[in-house]
């Protein structure tokens, strides 16, 4: 099993950054992929950036060049680091750890809330 807390959320103008972090603790080496996703009212859960053990990664249109996904070198700690920021990004942001092809993890969450 996984746990999962993440944390960097908060509020920032238009153009700004943040950094969140997802620490993992438990069964870290059985995590094949780990992501972030985001989720506003009245819409689904959406993917914003992923990272595969092999550190592959991906990242939705809306965030790419913008947005990186990175982990540390123990690979106990997720980050994202999202710069140029904007309204549309307000959201609550979630880390995911995938174990094997059907198990996954989710944290708590994060508010991020971006101000025009």
């Known amino acids: 099993q996984v746990q999962l807390v993440e944390s960097g959320g908060g509020l920032v103008q238009a153009g700004g950054s943040l950094r969140l972090s997802c620490v993992a603790a438990g069964s870290i080496s059985s995590i094949n992929v780990m992501g972030w996703y985001r989720q506003v009212p009245g819409k689904q859960r959406e993917l914003v950036a992923a990272?595969?053990?092999?550190?592959?990664?991906n990242y939705a249109d809306s965030v790419k060049g913008r947005f990186t996904i990175s982990r540390n070198n123990a690979k106990t700690t997720l980050y994202l680091q999202m710069n140029s920021l904007k309204p549309e990004d307000t959201a609550v942001y979630y880390c995911?750890?995938?174990?094997?092809?059907?198990?996954?993890?989710w944290g708590q969450g994060t508010q991020v809330t971006v101000s025009s």
């Open positions: 995911k750890a995938q174990m094997g092809v059907v198990r996954s993890y």
């Open positions: 990272i595969t053990s092999g550190d592959r990664t």
